[in-house]
């Protein structure tokens, strides 16, 4: 099957979409298929290794203008170009993603990287206008609770699927914790950018800090890099936290992983966690999950399993503070959980996506908006 890929947000941009959609190719090239990528990120002079397909995006001098005129030229590459089932991917804001599902002409899939609830108004109100429910097209999103937010979003009832976020557990080695009495080693990977909620990370972090008794200490590392590290910075020597928080910066998955090994509870407060692939390979590695409920977590953090999903920050910090002294035993998400959200098993699951937008193992003819020949 030929697969055209359509990303507003691409690599050397490093987030949940940019790697899901570099990964998901290289796996369904792994798989036998060609995938291609087509993105309005432009490179920056950092063009990210492609171990096969074509990648298709403005150049460095691009701006406003020679991006819209990229997305208007590009919205029908994957008819033009004879792809057999277009693959958009959409956060809150896709210009580029919207405009190739708005002009669908062959099998169009569509999966909603992002919680669209704070925007549910907005999106109803574009529906009533633009009718994107009534598009030909497979919906789709990353989560449970990411497929709910479209649902409600929409003017009428409308299908979403639930096609996650992949892993390859064999670059996250499942480790057996070793933790040592009177100290909770937390760790979080995310990207440092509002949404993320970093700065009540820190928050969470320094109550549960103040609360624990003497003898027991809590240390946190956080992974990543964004627009709030400056904050986060100031907030660490406001409060006197060095010796509770270190920000590490940016690191490859290698280092991530050794550091996961190191751990006994991954913390993530985001709200708007459409799915969490940093809590994904945590689990993989065998380190219990805290986070909020109502979030992407809970395709692997359930039943007891996982880890642990609370309603508020103050619970979080309460969860850490029990942990630390031994109130509370968080158990690891299983293998099976684990398995479930492989490479391979995200493949056939998006491969059932594509089937149902109308793609069959093959090229499909295409003779008016939607509607195949037989």
Same mark, same amino acid.
């Given at each position: 099957m030929r697969v055209l890929h359509v990303t507003d947000?691409?690599?050397?941009?490093?987030?949940?979409?940019?790697?899901?959609?570099?990964?998901?190719?290289?796996?369904?090239?792994?798989?036998?298929?060609?995938?291609?990528?087509?993105?309005?990120?432009?490179?920056?002079?950092?063009?990210?290794?492609?171990?096969?397909?074509?990648?298709?995006?403005?150049?460095?001098?691009?701006?406003?203008?020679?991006?819209?005129?990229?997305?208007?030229?590009?919205?029908?590459?994957?008819?033009?170009?004879?792809?057999?089932?277009?693959?958009?991917?959409?956060s809150t804001f896709s210009p580029l993603a919207f405009?190739?599902?708005?002009?669908?002409?062959?099998?169009?899939?569509?999966?909603?990287?992002?919680?669209?609830?704070?925007?549910?108004?907005?999106?109803?109100?574009?529906?009533?206008?633009?009718?994107?429910?009534?598009?030909?097209?497979?919906?789709?999103?990353?989560?449970?609770?990411?497929?709910?937010?479209?649902?409600?979003?929409?003017?009428?009832?409308?299908?979403?699927?639930?096609?996650?976020?992949?892993?390859?557990?064999?670059?996250?080695?499942?480790?057996?914790?070793?933790?040592?009495?009177?100290?909770?080693?937390?760790? @979080?990977?995310?990207? *440092? /950018? +509002?949404?993320?909620?970093?700065?009540?990370?820190?928050?969470? !972090?320094? &109550? %549960? =800090? $103040?609360?624990?008794?003497?003898?027991v200490r809590l240390e946190a590392v956080v992974v990543?890099?964004?627009?709030?590290?400056?904050?986060?910075?100031?907030?660490?020597?406001?409060?006197?936290?060095?010796?509770?928080?270190?920000?590490?910066?940016?690191?490859?998955?290698?280092?991530?992983?050794?550091?996961?090994?190191? @751990?006994?509870?991954? *913390? /993530? +407060?985001?709200?708007?966690?459409?799915?969490?692939?940093?809590? !994904?390979? &945590? %689990? =993989? $590695?065998?380190?219990?999950?805290?986070?909020?409920?109502?979030?992407?977590?809970?395709?692997?953090?359930?039943?007891?399993?996982?880890?642990?999903?609370?309603?508020?920050?103050?619970?979080?910090?309460?969860?850490?503070?029990?942990?630390?002294?031994?109130?509370?035993?968080?158990?690891?998400?299983?293998?099976?959980?684990?398995?479930?959200?492989?490479? +391979?098993?995200?493949?056939?699951?998006?491969?059932?996506?594509?089937?149902? &937008?109308? =793609? $069959?193992?093959?090229?499909?003819?295409?003779?008016?908006?939607?509607?195949?020949?037989?």
């Amino acid at each position: 099957m030929r697969v055209l890929h359509v990303t507003d947000t691409y690599l050397p941009r490093r987030g949940g979409i940019e790697l899901h959609v570099h990964d998901l190719a290289q796996a369904q090239r792994q798989a036998g298929d060609v995938a291609d990528v087509l993105t309005l990120t432009r490179a920056r002079g950092v063009e990210p290794a492609q171990s096969a397909g074509t990648l298709t995006r403005p150049g460095d001098d691009a701006h406003l203008v020679d991006k819209l005129r990229f997305v208007l030229a590009q919205r029908r590459r994957g008819g033009a170009a004879g792809y057999d089932v277009v693959h958009a991917h959409c956060s809150t804001f896709s210009p580029l993603a919207f405009a190739t599902i708005g002009a669908a002409d062959i099998p169009t899939a569509v999966t909603v990287h992002s919680l669209w609830r704070r925007y549910t108004p907005l999106y109803r109100a574009g529906d009533y206008a633009a009718g994107w429910s009534r598009w030909p097209v497979a919906w789709s999103a990353v989560s449970a609770a990411a497929a709910e937010a479209v649902q409600r979003s929409a003017a009428r009832p409308l299908t979403v699927d639930v096609v996650p976020n992949g892993i390859d557990p064999t670059a996250w080695p499942h480790r057996a914790r070793n933790p040592e009495p009177g100290r909770l080693r937390v760790i @979080s990977v995310m990207r *440092l /950018a +509002p949404r993320k909620r970093p700065v009540a990370l820190l928050r969470i !972090l320094r &109550a %549960a =800090a $103040a609360s624990l008794p003497a003898g027991v200490r809590l240390e946190a590392v956080v992974v990543g890099d964004g627009p709030q590290a400056p904050a986060m910075r100031r907030y660490i020597a406001r409060h006197g936290m060095h010796d509770v928080v270190s920000l590490v910066g940016h690191q490859p998955r290698p280092d991530i992983a050794r550091r996961l090994a190191d @751990s006994d509870v991954f *913390l /993530a +407060p985001a709200t708007l966690e459409s799915f969490g692939i940093a809590g !994904l390979e &945590a %689990a =993989a $590695a065998g380190v219990p999950v805290l986070g909020r409920r109502r979030t992407g977590l809970a395709e692997f953090v359930r039943d007891g399993s996982g880890g642990l999903l609370v309603d508020s920050d103050q619970a979080l910090s309460r969860a850490l503070v029990a942990a630390a002294t031994g109130g509370l035993e968080l158990r690891p998400a299983g293998r099976d959980a684990v398995d479930a959200l492989s490479w +391979p098993a995200v493949v056939e699951r998006t491969r059932a996506l594509y089937v149902r &937008a109308g =793609a $069959a193992n093959g090229a499909v003819a295409v003779t008016s908006r939607g509607r195949q020949a037989s």
